[in-house]
């Protein structure tokens, strides 16, 4: 698909399309019209631009999405977003996560995770030419390492400036790339959380509901060297001078009122096969669900409420409630929708198109076939699979393997290792090797592996991978008390769990790992064969989706462009622009959800009883409508959630709601229950995020938290 084809579909389909679609930014100056018609009041080539603000402005955390809102480096995200900050800084004695925290000034400012990152996308450059050129010929695991390589090349060109991170990103299945240049600063500290009765106020009950009374919102800053440049930690460095911030609105918005999210959307599968959809919906999610409400009840009940066992996982709870929850409505709304007949429709009228065109049969012809064909293999081993990528997401496994695979790599020059083993990951390898002290706990870790082991010994054997059998003496016979003991003596035994001996592993060799007596080192000597051949076998399957894929996806861009519809990639957590507007919805019939709620709701809903336990100083100043300066008249109250049209997904998570004037009128934290599914299909009768209101923000840190010398930091329009 020629670039400028890309450009008239978007021109032609935008007006018509409601508020559905994740935009990039270069596409942005062809809806200018369209824009300004919906409520747009800047220039909408500005938003294209992304070393000008408001672009400028908005960052990513490398999983969330945030703002400056300050010219001293002030980061504002979602309170879930710092929730790992938080948590890594919180003990049982001195509880972050339960109280709150608020630095009065710079020096009382707490390092974030190891690890924690803001990154300013500064450029993005289109190198699909440079990515597959000279890889015509190739197939499989070739075609698959010649891209790799071509993208590595690009990205170490990129980073030879210091201070930046760089990326390339596939669009369209591969159709496009495009080249991500980040100023990477290294420096993040905690600057302010409301308590987690304000920050998580209705919990896990509340996750993706409406009506919604969450302040979800918290503060980081930037740091970088005297001399401007990213940097370690250091008490020396200074905060970081952004070259624009966003101004926080104390008007906010009005229903019906024009609204843009910018951000960094993480996954959408808007143009996946219905054998994709049909496998997700009716094995991934109830399989992945089970797991992830597994895990939780396992950390549950082997650490104790309030217990610095539990303080560690409290993030991990959240994750994996959050996206059980999130499965539970896909199942859901799959069931009661034609998701499944629609995109068999789809893929016909598809085919029929093509079929009418011998140019048309001769390029695309065989492409779905042979894509579905790719797909029912890459689903062969599927069970086993998933089980293994919940083991992975224990700690003392996955971290032998790292130490391991990071061992061998050294042993090949910079360029020839596998991404995430190279010099420029080496800082992030040490980051995740130093932040385990605050997220594993030997007891939690030994009790979800045990689970997830007795799950993967069920499987038949030919299922099941020889040498991980011989590692835990996994047979016929399957003994669970000998597993049990097994890892009773692994956990006893090893050394990792100590953060000097893992940072030490990271500069021994091959023969070190193979000599030493830790278990989980000699587990993942045992197993980095095997390891390796199943990699391989992942490469040359992938190798041969990324020749097909493409291919599709250049037939139904065409088909769409023809047809009047939008086209826009799927979400790929590279920066994206959406557009919407403040509104309510009807979840089901006789319900009419409007698009605000109001302080009185809080108390409504308070039981004094977590996950509804709100401030006791907010329940008065709330019974005493102590509205000060955020009253609204329309809802005789100060607003505290809203509803928008904003088509988005995780990753947007901290993103700035602006309104016309590129003003921050809110942040967005989640969407609605029955608008989950939107990761597959955009309906605006229910796709609906929701946003923590700036006033309600603003009310907070006034009134409750007294955060005075954030205030005036910042620049509040009146």
């Known amino acids: 698909m020629k670039k400028w084809l890309l450009t008239v579909a978007v021109a032609a389909s935008f007006g018509a399309q409601a508020d559905e679609g994740m935009w990039q930014p270069h596409q942005l100056p062809a809806m200018a019209d369209e824009l300004k018609a919906k409520g747009l009041e800047i220039d909408a080539k500005s938003i294209s631009k992304l070393t000008e603000f408001p672009m400028n402005a908005v960052i990513s955390l490398g999983g969330c999405t945030a703002s400056f809102v300050s010219p001293k480096g002030l980061v504002v995200t979602n309170h879930h977003c710092a929730y790992g900050a938080i948590q890594y800084n919180s003990t049982p004695e001195k509880n972050l996560l339960q109280d709150g925290f608020l630095a009065k000034t710079f020096a009382d400012e707490l390092p974030a995770t190891p690890g924690s990152r803001v990154y300013v996308t500064e450029d993005v450059t289109n190198v699909t030419e440079r990515v597959k050129g000279g890889l015509e010929g190739k197939v499989g695991s070739a075609f698959y390492q010649g891209v790799e390589s071509q993208e590595k090349a690009l990205v170490a060109e990129c980073e030879k400036e210091d201070g930046y991170r760089c990326q390339v990103y596939s669009f369209h299945g591969g159709l496009e790339y495009y080249l991500v240049k980040q100023l990477e600063i290294r420096d993040v500290r905690l600057v302010y959380n409301p308590a ?21 919102f918290s503060f980081y800053r930037a740091y970088v060297s005297k001399a401007g440049k990213p940097a370690d930690f250091s008490s020396d460095n200074v905060p970081y001078e952004p070259k624009s911030f966003l101004k926080v609105s104390a008007k906010g918005v009005s229903d019906g009122d024009f609204v843009m999210v910018a951000g960094y959307p993480g996954r959408t599968n808007r143009y996946r096969t219905a054998n994709e959809v049909q496998n997700q919906f009716e094995w991934a999610y109830p399989e992945g669900k089970l797991l992830r409400e597994r895990f939780i009840e396992i950390i549950k009940d082997t650490a104790p409420e309030g217990s610095d066992e539990r303080i560690k996982y409290e993030s991990q709870i959240a994750s994996l409630a959050n996206y059980a929850k999130n499965f539970t409505s896909m199942i859901e709304f799959y069931g009661k929708s034609t998701m499944l007949t629609d995109r068999k429709a789809r893929e016909a009228e598809l085919a029929a198109w093509i079929a009418k065109d011998s140019g048309r049969e001769a390029k695309y012809g065989k492409t779905l076939a042979e894509l579905d064909a790719l797909i029912a293999k890459s689903k062969a081993h599927q069970e086993r699979d998933m089980i293994l990528s919940y083991i992975g997401s224990t700690t003392m496994l996955p ?64 299922k099941r991978l020889p040498a991980l059998d011989k590692a835990f003496g996994i047979d016929k016979k399957f003994n669970e008390a000998k597993l049990s003991k097994t890892l009773d003596k692994m956990y006893a035994k090893t050394e990792l769990g100590k953060k000097d001996v893992r940072l030490a592993w990271m500069d021994k060799s091959v023969a070190d790992f193979k000599a030493s007596k830790d278990p989980f080192i000699q587990f993942a000597v045992a197993m980095y064969d095997t390891d390796m051949a199943e990699e391989k076998k992942e490469k040359e399957l992938d190798g041969e989706l990324m020749k097909v894929r493409p291919q599709y996806m250049d037939a139904i861009i065409a088909y769409n462009l023809e047809q009047g519809k939008p086209v826009y990639a799927d979400a790929n957590s590279s920066l994206r622009v959406t557009v919407g507007h403040v509104k309510g919805y009807s979840p089901k019939d006789g319900l009419v959800a409007v698009p605000f709620t109001r302080l009185e709701g809080i108390v409504q809903k308070d039981t004094g009883v977590d996950p509804f336990d709100a401030p006791k100083k907010e329940l008065e100043l709330i019974k005493q409508k102590q509205y000060g300066d955020f009253y609204v008249k329309a809802i005789d109250s100060v607003p505290v959630n809203f509803l928008s049209t904003l088509d988005t997904t995780g990753g947007n998570s901290g993103s700035p709601t602006l309104n016309g004037r590129a003003e921050l009128v809110g942040l967005l934290f989640d969407g609605v229950y029955e608008s989950i599914i939107g990761d597959w299909a955009y309906d605006d009768n229910i796709n609906r995020s929701i946003q923590v209101d700036s006033r309600y923000m603003l009310w907070v840190m006034k009134y409750l938290d007294h955060a005075d010398n954030l205030l005036a930091e910042m620049e509040i329009v009146k």
């Open 196 to 216: 987690a009765s304000v920050g998580k106020y209705g919990g896990d009950v509340d996750n993706w509901m409406w009506p919604r009374h969450t302040g979800d």
């Open 399 to 462: 971290t032998a393997r790292s130490l391991y695979r990071l061992a061998n790599e050294k042993q090949l020059p910079d360029m020839q290792r596998e991404p995430g083993f190279q010099e420029r990951d080496m800082t992030r390898l040490k980051a995740s090797m130093e932040r385990i002290d605050r997220r594993y706990a030997p007891s939690v870790d030994k009790a979800v592996l045990f689970d997830m082991l007795k799950r993967y010994a069920a499987l038949p054997e030919d």
